[in-house]
């Protein structure tokens, strides 16, 4: 994978900023300045200025409609497929800005990977799951070492080895979601972004994603969307709590960053009122 | 609805008010009548036909008459020049209008601005899909057989259901794409996938049983057109020399040399040999609807 890595062009800016994360010297990977997301005229986040730490787990926690996952989704530009979405501020990954216009959304994808709410397996075999990334980016050797090692870190391995023929969609709906996840980690990103991963799913399964993120926090830097307070609390480094705010003079309604800290921190010791107010289940 | 309007207080109250009405059972059974009775003038009045079909033209019916040309008398004549013209009609139409309906199915459903002119495009080609056949062979005459010199031939004659079908084709393929869930295409692009490459990789073998649908169906419907084609350049074969192996030539074709048959003096003629011509024509038809089905089935486990 090191050398389908260095296949891609990468900018100079880049390659400096990956020089010093394998020196462990930079160790925040985004770096967010007054974002903001508008949909139309709607702004579903606004002004939020908050930094994500490398192989950590940040957890973003808050009511439905509060812009969590607009906001998580601006991480890796899946934003930019909604029409009419515009982002203003920066969101810079290792130094550079990804809303740059140099900055193709293909590159910042293959480096910051997603699993998305509803597991979503292409209709084919797990093996060819696993595959597709690596393949597209241009690796032709070794695809058997890469997916075997993607499902042995997806914890999935075990189950699917002697049947990685079959179709992807005969696996049970927390497979599936472990599947995405090796389907991500086989193009070896930076990040990953997962959208309420575990929501889909049963309690067990539910607890199987939840080790995996914390097993993959040591390779990866992790952003997770969660409903679930508990789930924040047992998996994350960080949390960041997110609310509705409404303007009552202008009678708009819009997302805002209230409080992000160590997730300790934040479920014991809140500074803020609606922080606690939303861990202790007042609202939300 | 007498229950929800009266309160009911005793059991004889309930046991009346569930009791089926005569009058609305009659509507009911009166309704259903109708409905099986037009699906069976339906089917009564394609069995006539194909009953009487089979039994003008089966007895005429034998591999000669497939191998052999058309002759003026009707104990010997064939459609072979019909049936060779229909089959590269069919692979010369498919191999043109596929791609170019698929591309344009791709693009209006995956990468088209969502703006005034697409939505005015696409309701225009659906507004295509209901213009004669005839209107589309009179256009290929004059663009393809003067315009661009291919003179009335085979290739006009492609061209011209090409233009017919081309509507249907991208309907049925932007309708396949469209079903095809976009959590598979953002799938393949959060892994770095270009959107063209979800697209190829992805969504289209996802679509591409619906896709093949729509075109087997529409190529079907294509080959049994006779307007478009006698505009565009198909002959009554007469003779040995109208066989399809050069695209610029003129060329026979099934619809167009039953239409023949039927058109001559001799009852023979009129009868039988177009009844054979026209099972030879269903058959085709039907073996292209099955592997539509088979197709469709074998994709959509």
């Known amino acids: 994978m090191t050398e389908a890595l260095k296949e891609i062009s990468l900018n100079t800016e880049m390659e400096k900023t990956l020089e010093n994360l394998d020196k462990g010297l930079d160790e925040t990977v985004f770096s967010l300045n007054d974002v903001s997301i508008k949909y139309g005229d709607f702004r579903a986040v606004s002004h939020v200025n908050m930094e994500i730490s490398k192989n950590q787990v940040t957890a973003f926690i808050g009511p439905s409609g509060c812009g969590k996952s607009t906001l998580l989704r601006a991480f890796n530009r899946m934003n930019d497929l909604i029409l009419a979405s515009s982002v203003s501020g920066t969101i810079t990954y ?61 914890a999935l391995w075990d189950e699917v080895k002697d049947k990685l023929n079959t179709s992807a969609l005969s696996l049970s709906g927390g497979q599936q979601q472990r599947l995405c996840i090796a389907r991500a980690i086989a193009v070896e990103p930076d990040v990953i972004l997962m959208d309420e991963p575990a929501s889909a799913l049963d309690p067990i399964a539910t607890l ?77 | ?152 031939s085979l290739l006009t004659g492609a061209l011209a259901l090409v233009l017919l079908i081309l509507p249907v084709i991208i309907v049925a393929g932007r309708e396949a794409i469209k079903a095809v869930s976009p959590s598979i295409y953002q799938g393949a692009l959060a892994l770095g996938a270009t959107p063209w490459q979800a697209v190829y990789k992805q969504v289209l073998p996802v679509a591409m049983p619906g896709i093949l649908t729509g075109t087997i169906l529409a190529l079907s419907r294509a080959i049994g057109e006779a307007a478009p084609i006698l505009v565009a350049g198909a002959v009554f074969s007469r003779r040995a020399d109208n066989e399809p192996w050069n695209i610029f030539e003129p060329f026979g074709a099934l619809p167009v040399q039953i239409f023949d048959f039927v058109k001559r003096p001799q009852p023979e003629f009129q009868i039988e040999v177009a009844a054979a011509g026209i099972i030879v024509m269903l058959v085709v038809l039907l073996i292209m609807n099955s592997a539509a089905i088979i197709l469709r089935n074998r994709y959509s486990k």
């Not at chain 1, 960041?240 to 303007?247: I, K």
């Not at chain 2, 009564?44 to 194909?50: E, G, S, T």
């Open chain 1, 208 to 284: 199987k994603i939840e080790h995996l993120m914390r097993d993959l926090a040591t390779h990866y830097t992790i952003i997770v969307v969660t409903h679930n307070m508990q789930q924040a609390l047992r998996v994350s480094d960080k949390t960041a709590f997110f609310n509705l705010e409404v303007d009552e003079e202008k009678g708009t309604r819009s997302g805002v960053l209230v409080e992000y800290g160590p997730t300790s921190k934040l479920f014991t010791n809140p500074e803020n009122e609606k922080t606690s107010d939303y861990i202790k289940g007042k609202f939300g």
């Open chain 2, 1 to 152: 609805m007498k229950i929800l309007s009266s309160p009911l207080s005793t059991t004889t109250d309930i046991a009346n008010a569930l009791k089926t009405s005569n009058s609305r059972n009659l509507k009911e059974r009166l309704f259903q009548s109708f409905l099986l009775l037009s699906t069976l003038i339906a089917l009564f009045i394609l069995m006539v036909l194909l009953i009487d079909i089979m039994y003008q033209g089966f007895g005429r019916l034998n591999l000669d008459f497939l191998t052999d040309y058309t002759s003026r008398r009707a104990s010997r004549t064939g459609i072979r020049t019909g049936l060779t013209g229909t089959l590269s009609l069919m692979v010369l139409v498919a191999l043109i209008a596929f791609p170019i309906g698929v591309g344009a199915a791709i693009y209006l459903e995956c990468f088209a601005p969502k703006n005034w002119f697409t939505k005015f495009m696409q309701v225009n080609i659906a507004n295509l899909a209901g213009v004669p056949s005839v209107v589309y062979g009179l256009l290929a005459a004059a663009l393809f057989a003067y315009i661009l010199n291919f003179g009335r």
């Open chain 1, 94 to 154: 290792h130094g550079k800005n990804i809303y740059d216009q140099d900055v193709d959304p293909v590159e910042v994808r293959r480096r910051i990977g997603m699993v998305f709410q509803q597991p979503n397996p292409f209709p084919k075999s797990i093996y060819e799951n696993v595959a597709f990334g690596p393949r597209n980016h241009g690796v032709k050797e070794n695809l058997d070492e890469i997916v075997e090692t993607s499902l042995k870190r997806a």
